[in-house]
């Protein structure tokens, strides 16, 4: 502890000095926690983005086939009993194709339950034109929703009838005509130019199926999707479950790119701001050189002087890591309130809000990095003290 | 008589470039414990070099010291580190005290290596510094002490770890003659109820006269 002692008063015999390293540091730190909170909540957005865009949480189908009547009651009524899950859906998707008459073009599309669909993304399926899908086709005339590319490349408006061609489960083609009731963008342009959403029943009519591609699970909490999908592979083997990481494998490309260029980043910032210690500990290091002697002569040895001056660059990084710690938290704050709104990202067409996550985990390894990059900084110089020479040192002014 | 400190043929010379600038030329010398020896000499006549090679803050270019009948000119950084921080004290001219701790706390720093409790340690520097006149300037930093009282305190430092032998590279150079009598007062003093071994250096005719035995010295050599 009186080595501790020493080294905080040796740190204030130059308050000016050792102010402008604890405001260096203290900006590196708020900089590396801003860009890492940005960092986080854009993985999180992009996190929830996939799993809200329609993906869900896990997604059960049957291998080859679709999920039968029978298989759908089944698993739907043990996932009800199960509190994690806020709700299931029910899905068939298809490739086919849609024409006017004259045009025909090739669709992804899906039958949907929109009311269910609507819970998962509040923002799902936007409207441009018309309005949205009935919530059972089977009770009404057939419709569908475009989006908005597809609907310009046939001329579409709601209104207008239109044919859908898919192949059934059973293998043959089968045509019905839509009445289109809308127009929606999904945000991203090859998306809208493709696809059609149809209701529910209507899908299944269109597929000749009384069951569903696949049954999607929501769940209350993200976290809680790796337990829920073993649990459900462990009651229901024979089915294909599989998670929205598994089904969106670009987020984890997406999050390895971001976090390596950050990396890289941080370490270049962290080795900038280090060397402002460093170069506080050289300057103090060639004004003490006499102390350091007489330290040397009291029988003190050159590893505990040395360890002393990492001892004040840890306390400098402490100052300056907790100083940024506050202010990073308080700039996150005030930019998180202040709404701002980031430009649209590659392949969307909406902006979305800036958010900086502050998250006490990383709060509190950034502050245990900057205290041990500002300790190893201050330990850099003092290799000139492993071969002082006693006399030599005692010789300085 | 079993000597305390021996040392034979010491030889050492700096280098300024190319020029080699001897400042002992075969100096050999003999301490009985308990003695308080006055090396005496003009200034450049090789006393500091002497005081520093003698106490292994400084390797001779060749000769032999033995304290206590072990070599030290040989011995290795941490065996010299130890060896300072119990055999050996040190007063230097101009004090050498750290500006960041208290004068208690600058006489503890020989002990905070040491494995020795808090409170021990303190009661240890509490009665040196006690001892040298200061038991009322304990908290005070160096730079709220005169120069004297300095000094005092950078005995107390050399003194505190009960070293056999405490050098001491002319401790009153910076003092005004009254002072630099009382703390040769002091040395002689301590000298006497300790039984440390005490050599000092000086070019002050005046102060050489506390010393049991002087030893002169001319360019380097010994001579008397």
Redesign the interface.
């Known amino acids: 502890m009186?080595?501790v002692q020493?080294s905080w008063?040796?740190i204030w015999?130059h308050t000016r000095r050792s102010f402008l390293s604890a405001s260096i540091l203290a900006f590196g730190t708020i900089a590396l926690l801003t860009a890492i909170g940005f960092m986080l909540a854009s993985f999180n957005g992009l996190r929830e983005a996939t799993i809200r865009g329609g993906l869900g949480h896990i997604q059960v189908s049957a291998p080859d086939k679709v999920l039968q009547p029978n298989d759908l009651r089944e698993i739907s009524e043990k996932l009800k009993r199960e509190n994690r899950v806020r709700f299931t859906m029910q899905r068939v998707v298809f490739e086919g194709l849609i024409s006017n008459g004259p045009n025909t073009v090739a669709v992804i599309g899906s039958g949907i339950e929109p009311e269910q669909e609507t819970r998962l993304s509040g923002g799902f399926a936007p409207i441009v034109a018309g309005s949205g899908l009935p919530a059972d086709g089977k009770n009404a005339s057939p419709s569908a929703l475009l989006g908005i590319g597809l609907a310009a490349k046939l001329g579409a408006k709601p209104g207008d009838s239109l044919t859908l061609l898919a192949t059934t489960v059973q293998g043959v083609l089968n045509a019905i005509d839509v009445e289109i009731v809308g127009t929606f963008t999904t945000g991203v342009p090859e998306l809208d130019a493709r696809q059609v959403l149809l209701p529910f029943g209507t899908g299944q009519s269109l597929l000749n199926t009384q069951g569903a591609s696949r049954l999607i699970v929501v769940l209350k909490d993200t976290e809680n999707t790796p337990v829920m999908a073993a649990w459900l592979r462990g009651v229901f083997p024979n089915f294909k479950v599989a998670t929205w990481h598994e089904l969106a494998p670009y987020y984890e490309q997406v999050v390895t790119l971001y976090k390596n260029i950050f990396t890289v980043l941080g370490i270049i910032l962290l080795l900038v701001v280090s060397m402002s210690v460093t170069n506080t500990m050289l300057m103090a290091i060639s004004e003490r050189l006499?102390?350091m002697?007489?330290?040397?002569?009291?029988?003190?040895?050159?590893w505990?002087i040395r360890v002393n001056f990492a001892i004040e660059g840890a306390i400098m990084g402490g100052l300056g890591g907790a100083t940024g710690l506050i202010a990073a938290a308080a700039i996150a704050t005030l930019m998180n309130f202040a709404g701002i709104q980031m430009p649209p990202p590659p392949g969307r067409s909406s902006p979305y809000p800036l958010v900086i996550f502050v998250d006490p985990y990383t709060y509190a390894i950034m502050f245990a990095i900057i205290i041990v990059a500002a300790a190893l900084a201050a330990w850099l110089p003092t290799r000139r003290l492993a071969r002082l020479?006693?006399?030599e040192a005692?010789r300085q002014n | 008589m079993k000597h305390y400190l021996v040392a034979v043929d010491l030889k050492k010379e700096y280098r300024h470039g190319a020029i080699g600038v001897p400042a002992l030329r075969g100096v050999s010398l003999r301490v009985t414990a308990g003695e308080l020896i006055g090396i005496c000499g003009p200034s450049g006549s090789g006393k500091s070099t002497l005081l520093?090679v003698l106490?292994g803050?400084?390797r001779p270019d060749s000769g032999r010291i033995e304290i206590d009948g072990a070599p030290i000119n040989v011995a290795d950084?941490?065996k010299r580190?130890?060896?300072?921080?119990?055999e050996i004290g040190?007063v230097?001219q101009s004090f050498?005290l750290?500006?960041?701790?208290s004068a208690r706390?600058n006489v503890?720093?020989?002990l905070?290596?040491k494995p020795f409790p808090e409170h021990e340690r303190r009661s240890m520097a509490e009665t040196m510094l006690a001892r040298v006149g200061l038991k009322d300037r304990m908290d005070h930093r160096p730079d709220a002490l005169s120069g004297g009282q300095q000094q005092r305190v950078a005995i107390a430092?050399a003194l505190v770890?009960k070293p056999s032998i405490v050098f001491a590279d002319e401790p009153t150079a910076n003092l005004d003659s009254k002072t630099a009598e009382d703390l040769l007062q002091l040395l002689a003093e301590l000298n006497r109820d300790l039984g440390t071994t005490f050599i000092f250096s000086t070019h002050d005719q005046k102060t050489i006269r506390f010393a049991s035995r002087i030893v002169l010295m001319h360019d380097g050599e010994v001579r008397a």
């Open positions: 009186k080595w020493m008063r040796n015999r006499r102390e002697g007489t330290m040397l002569a009291l029988g003190i040895s050159r505990r020479e006693i006399v005692l | 520093h106490a803050l400084d950084e941490s580190a130890t060896l300072l921080g119990t040190f230097f050498n750290v500006p960041v701790l706390e503890e720093l020989p905070w290596p430092r770890g």
